[in-house]
């Protein structure tokens, strides 16, 4: 993934976990343990299924197609429901240096309107849903992104959330024939999760944060001549916009109850009437509204299972596995994900959701291995993405995005949750990746992009203290995050040869210099970033996780000099973030095979 996709998945949206997946405690399939009272109400099918679950699109109203974006190659395709067969409409280069986007079908069928980043901008295309050339209508150097929601009722105009390198962003519509561009609403920097048009085009439908200490939200209805802006969904929990049935009725989730509910509120002249009604409970992890089609069936996206985290012992001399691994026991309902040994190897820190809705990390646990006893703080941020002590473990290093939607790197106080930023990744720069740091402290490493098309990766190290940053090096293919040895002099890391796309564990020095391979790898074994850190063993040696040639993921050991590769005997299905225990004996990683679901739903006639 590129740059500003990954600052997308991280901020647009509720986004789930799509890194990987085990069991979840939670029952997806709605209808199977219902009520006879529940499934009068609704009816749920299930439609599509398995890791290339894309739900980014939208359905068409007639409801046979569903549009989506290949990730495999960054096409923009559509779905025919009834055979489980795609076909591309829109095709990108082919190795995601540019791909489609959000898309919505044209209320006649006829046409898509889509999101495409080209390398180096998103802009808003529309193609014929048959296929052929695609004509750009929007396009700003200005704008970070530009997102369609909807089409007006006559096909003329498009719905859309612009956001500008300012950090603010603003509700348009977008003429189709002129591409002229009519502002609505500006918003600051609190982005609404969707934006629904009524039927009749009279009205929008978003949602908002209340204020910056909480991510949870509102939702108010804004008429699009400029007339009323109208709270209709004011509550302390989390309401979030979902999409407005052709019945008239705004539909909306919330976890004001047990479980995670879908509610429906009847809306007339831009005013709500009558209380929500719910349309159905047990919704745990819905992920995206893919809208409804023209009967007034809605199309929504789950994600039925989340990775989970373990622990395995091994033999730190023969790397022997002398105890079955062991998923991380705790809370009923939490998701647990990557975490940390504290360097004194006492504690124990990982991060944790317990969202129904979708998965975005947004706390930090620490637990004693000694007592067993956990903590759990919750800093003001979301979608955490990496945890990490310092030396002294009074404190921890994280990475996430803060409630106005600044992606960045934090200092978190490991017994208050209080955080600081270390570094602010301005909206229309590089993202960074993969930080580590240093064994005293003192250096932050992290991986970020030269280029505005992300092909040229750069591994840079940034005093804590000046907070002066310098370049350590730099490479034409993919590279991983920097792991600094236990004396931090060396880093080891990942390199992939833009050419050959063969795969290399090299070391190099932490002040920069010429990197020494350790080991190429074998044809058709990678190593993606998502997989983790080489790890630095006790016997001189390094870890890591690598993928095999048939796309299954393996641990590896060798020696510094390059010597002796040998294969561990774990198997768990994709394998990522392994963190070893200062005594060499215990490591802990993530597992989980990815999977996602798009779901249908039948409401009940008013």
Not at 192 to 206: C, V, W
Not at 564 to 590: A, I, T, V
Request: proline content about 5%.
């Amino acid at each position: 993934m590129r740059p500003r996709f990954v600052f997308l998945i991280a901020t647009l949206l509720v986004v789930g976990c799509r890194d990987g997946a085990v069991s979840s405690n939670r029952t997806l399939a709605a209808d199977s343990g219902a009520t006879s009272a529940q499934r009068q109400e609704a009816v749920t099918r299930r439609l599509w299924s398995g890791r290339d679950v894309d739900s980014l699109g939208s359905p068409s109203p007639d409801g046979k197609l569903l549009s989506h974006v290949d990730w495999r190659t960054g096409n923009l395709a559509v779905r025919e429901l009834a055979t489980g067969q795609s076909r591309a409409i829109v095709k990108a280069r082919g190795d995601i240096t540019d791909f489609a986007y959000i898309s919505v079908i044209s209320p006649d069928g006829k046409q898509v309107a889509y999101s495409f980043f080209d390398g180096e901008i998103y802009d808003l295309r529309v193609v014929d849903i048959e296929g052929g050339t695609p004509r750009t209508v929007f396009r700003k150097t200005e704008s970070l992104d530009v997102l369609p929601m909807a089409w007006s009722p006559d096909g003329s105009q498009i719905l859309t959330v612009i956001r500008w390198k300012d950090a603010t962003s603003q509700m348009a519509f977008i003429s189709v024939p002129s591409g002229a561009t009519r502002v609505l609403k500006t918003l600051g920097w609190r982005y609404p999760s969707k934006l629904a048009l009524s039927p009749d085009g009279r009205y929008i439908a978003y949602d908002f944060t209340r204020d910056e200490a909480a991510d949870a939200r509102d939702i108010s209805i804004l008429a699009v001549d400029g007339g009323t802006d109208t709270p209709v969904v004011v509550h302390k929990s989390d309401d979030r916009v979902r999409g407005w049935n052709p019945d008239g009725r705004m539909f909306f989730s919330s976890d004001r109850e047990s479980t995670p509910t879908l509610w429906a509120l009847n809306v007339k002249d831009g005013r709500a009437t009558g209380e929500p009604v719910r349309i159905k409970s047990d919704l745990w992890r819905l992920d995206h509204a893919l809208g409804f089609d023209g009967s007034g069936v809605f199309y929504y996206s789950v994600n039925p299972t989340v990775a989970d985290l373990y622990t395995v012992t091994i033999d730190p001399i023969s790397m022997k596995i002398t105890a079955a691994p062991q998923s991380l026991s705790g809370a009923a309902g939490v998701t647990r994900g990557p975490g940390a040994w504290s360097p004194d190897g006492r504690l124990l820190a990982y991060l944790v959701s317990d969202q129904a809705v979708s998965v975005s990390f947004s706390g930090v646990a620490i637990r004693s291995l000694e007592t067993g006893d956990e903590r759990r703080l919750n800093p003001q941020l979301t979608n955490l993405q990496t945890v990490q002590w310092s030396p002294d473990t009074r404190s921890l290093f994280v990475g996430g995005t803060d409630f106005k939607g600044r992606v960045g790197l934090y200092r978190m106080d490991a017994r208050s949750g209080a955080v600081t930023m270390i570094r602010h990744r301005s909206p229309d720069q590089p993202n960074m990746f993969a930080a580590s740091l240093s064994p005293d402290g003192k250096t932050l490493y992290f991986r970020t992009f030269a280029d505005a098309k992300g092909q040229i990766s750069v591994l840079m190290a940034r005093d804590l203290a000046s907070g002066q940053e310098r370049e350590i090096h730099r490479s034409t293919g993919a590279m991983s995050g920097a792991s600094p040895s236990r004396d931090g002099l060396q880093l080891a890391l990942t390199v992939s040869d833009a050419a050959t796309r063969k795969t290399s564990i090299v070391i190099l020095p932490a002040t920069g210099g010429t990197p020494r391979t350790v080991l190429a790898l074998p044809e058709g074994h990678t190593v993606t970033p998502n997989l983790g850190f080489v790890q630095w063993g006790t016997n001189n040696d390094l870890l890591s996780i690598r993928t095999n040639a048939e796309r299954q993921t393996e641990m590896w050991r060798v020696g510094l000099d390059g010597s002796n590769p040998q294969k561990l005997e774990l198997s768990l299905p994709r394998m990522m973030q392994p963190r070893l225990h200062q005594d060499g004996r215990r490591l802990l990683f993530r597992a989980g095979e990815v999977t996602k679901e798009v779901w249908a739903l039948q409401p009940a006639s008013r």
